[in-house]
């Protein structure tokens, strides 16, 4: 496989883009000196790694960067002018479609990739699409791209990234909502907001690795504590009965619908 020579990310710097950027240094995908990104030389994301380039530009970094990454804000996306025929491009941004980076782009190389904010601990969950005709070689990477910063699959079309981008790119903020309602309950029952937090956080981590271990769906997992008959059968029971899937489902709706806005 060739060797990526220079990999550049705009909007390297902001919260995806230097999440991205450091899980790709720290799995040693590659070394400082072959990542470009749009961040001020003084204050960056990037202190540990004094040898990545840091450009003011988007038009900085095109000057060196043959794979481009783009991670800046949809709204911001429109504000750039990127010429960018023959080069691989990489788009991390929701509500962007396939045919607008072409035609923004002039690229005939083109991913649509939703990673999450666990990226930036190696934890992400990143489903990718091409475009048709992608070679081989730039699906090879894209995945080895991925695979640094988690979990990756490719996806069969353009329209599953949309709905991911609302369930999994959205995602660590919906348990962290079910983690701070468990926080906050602990804490009125006089349990300190210490450890109520560290109480908490395991148990979410801890749980998520359980079924991932045993292989066992979070269906099998409410099943088994639902006919179990004890305290957590009466937690859960409640919780279904005051709604607990309507506000998800609702929660759902929402973020897909403001994806397709
Ligand atoms: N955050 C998340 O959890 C997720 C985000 N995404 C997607 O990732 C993309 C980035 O989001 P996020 O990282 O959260 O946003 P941030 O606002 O944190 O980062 C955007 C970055 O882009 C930079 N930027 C904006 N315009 C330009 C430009 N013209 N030239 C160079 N750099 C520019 C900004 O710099 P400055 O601040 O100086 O303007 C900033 O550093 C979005 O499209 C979002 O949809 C997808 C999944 C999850
Ligand atoms: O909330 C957002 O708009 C971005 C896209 C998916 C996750 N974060």
């Known amino acids: 496989m ?9 909007g390297g710097n902001g919260w995806l883009g230097s999440a991205l950027g450091r899980s790709v240094l720290s799995s040693g995908l590659i070394s400082p000196n072959q990542l470009v990104v749009t961040a001020s030389r003084e204050h960056n994301r990037y202190q540990d790694w004094p040898g990545v380039i840091c450009v003011e530009s988007a038009d900085a970094l095109l000057e060196v960067a043959e794979v481009v990454v783009v991670s800046v804000r949809p709204e911001q996306f429109s504000l750039l002018t990127l010429s960018l025929e023959n080069r691989l491009v990489i788009s991390l941004m929701a509500k962007v479609p396939i045919v607008a980076l072409a035609a923004a782009t002039g690229s005939n190389r083109i991913v649509r990739a939703m990673p999450n904010a666990a990226a930036s601990v190696g934890r ?3 489903p990718w699409c091409a475009m048709p005709g992608l070679s081989a070689e730039d699906c090879a990477f894209v995945q080895r791209l991925f695979s640094a910063c988690g979990v990756s699959d490719e996806v069969e079309d353009e329209s599953q990234i ?6 999994t790119g959205s995602g660590p903020a919906f348990p962290a909502l079910l983690a701070d309602a468990l926080i906050q309950h602990a804490i ?4 300190s907001p210490t450890v109520a937090q560290r109480g908490v956080l395991q148990t979410l981590s801890g749980a998520s690795q359980l079924m991932l271990d045993e292989n066992a769906s979070p269906a099998d997992m409410v099943a088994r504590f639902l006919d179990y008959g004890g305290t957590t059968t009466e937690g859960l029971n409640a919780m279904l009965q ?3 899937r309507d506000a998800v489902q609702e929660g759902m709706k929402a973020a897909y619908g403001a994806v397709k806005c």
């Not at 949309?162 to 369930?167: N, S």
């Not at 009125?188 to 349990?191: D, E, K, M, S």
């Open 188 to 191: 009125t029952q006089g349990i």
């Open 162 to 167: 949309d709905y991911l981008t609302a369930l």
């Open 2 to 10: 060739k060797p990526i020579l220079t990999l550049g990310i705009i």
């Open 124 to 126: 992400s969950y990143t």
């Open 242 to 244: 005051h709604g607990f």
